[in-house]
């Protein structure tokens, strides 16, 4: 298992940038996908980005493709969402989470096991 604990979100204008941060114990981090997804009011919880155990491959929701970015610093047992140019229909809850299975890649949202509790995201037109 892997605890995650999110950070960096906030209150921000439309156009600005956020970091989101995703710190994770546990030995085990560097040997998983870690994905961004969120979750707005009334809606499901939806994909954002995810990153393979080692940060070769990367896919990205196609209503964040070109503004967001994640990385992972396997050394640091984190992960990072760069959010650019935001829009108010980005806002939302953003969570953190492990995939169950080691050295795959996966975007699916049931191959995750491990969630943070989550960071509020608001962007005010």
């Known amino acids: 298992q892997v605890q995650l604990v999110e950070s960096g979100g906030g209150l921000v204008q439309a156009g600005a940038s956020l970091r989101l941060s995703c710190a994770a114990s546990g030995r085990t981090f560097s040997t998983r996908t870690m994905g961004w997804f969120r979750q707005a009011p009334g809606k499901e919880r939806e994909f954002v980005a995810a990153i393979s155990w080692n940060g070769g491959t990367t896919s990205y929701a196609d209503s964040v493709k070109g503004r967001f970015t994640i990385s992972r610093d396997n050394a640091k047992n984190a992960v990072y969402l760069q959010m650019n140019s935001l829009k108010p229909e980005d806002t939302a809850v953003y969570y953190c989470?492990?995939?169950?299975?080691?050295?795959?890649?996966?975007?699916?949202?049931?191959?995750?096991?491990?969630w943070g509790q989550g960071t509020q995201v608001t962007v005010d037109s």
């Open positions: 989470a492990a995939s169950r299975a080691t050295y795959i890649y996966t975007s699916r949202t049931t191959d995750f096991g491990s």
